[in-house]
């Protein structure tokens, strides 16, 4: 009988770790990304008026101010948290128009650890801003009574933001694979580039979603403090 993680077959054993497939792609999906923009990092730093250069800068303006208009000013460490979400999400749904490639985002583990590191985010923003105390006393208020409802609002919202990347991305992914097995590869070609659209959107959304949670307990800390 063959071993399987969260219902995928192991492809190999790494010692005791096993290695699914949506774990090989997303390996593949950060070297990728690792060969992508390494480059562009080294015409930053050397050919800044280069035509690489400028689009690395035009980039990382895009993400800047992503983080700025949901934060209300310059945050570095959640410009590279969620520039590293939107990476890997925009990286793994143009890996998946490859023949043969099924982005990582397509497996509901896959989209549920993404959701849980923003999950762990929003208190260790909070914190950071509120301090222990502070940021944990927000449950309690205005009643004690709603300690309930507050965490089920923070469990829920973890959910949602799963299960709507995996929705999206398995449905726009299942049906171009489909009509390249029906038809052929070259016709479904206008699908496959609305599927990277829709890909690069949901990208976007659950980076803008990750960026407004965690932006929220920022802002909130610093107005107590003010």
Known sequence: ???EVFTEHVLVWLGPV???????TSVATSLFLWGALAPVGRAVARTPEGRLAAAGRLMYRFLRNLVTETVGHPSRGLEIFSGSLFLF???AALLGQLPGFAPPTT?????SALAVLVFLAVPFAGIRARGLSGYFKRYFQ???LLFPLHLVSE???TLAL??????NMMSGHLIVALIVALVGLLVPVPLMALDLLIGLLQAYIFTILASVYIGAAIRVGEEEGA
Not at 18 to 24: K, N
Not at 162 to 167: E, N, P, T, V, Y
């Open 1 to 3: 009988m063959s071993a």
């Open 18 to 24: 096993p290695l699914t497939r949506t774990m090989a």
């Open 89 to 91: 999400i925009a990286g």
């Open 107 to 111: 497996n509901l583990a896959a989209t």
């Open 142 to 144: 205005p009643s004690p």
């Open 155 to 157: 469990l829920s919202r």
């Open 162 to 167: 799963a299960l709507r990347l995996f929705g």
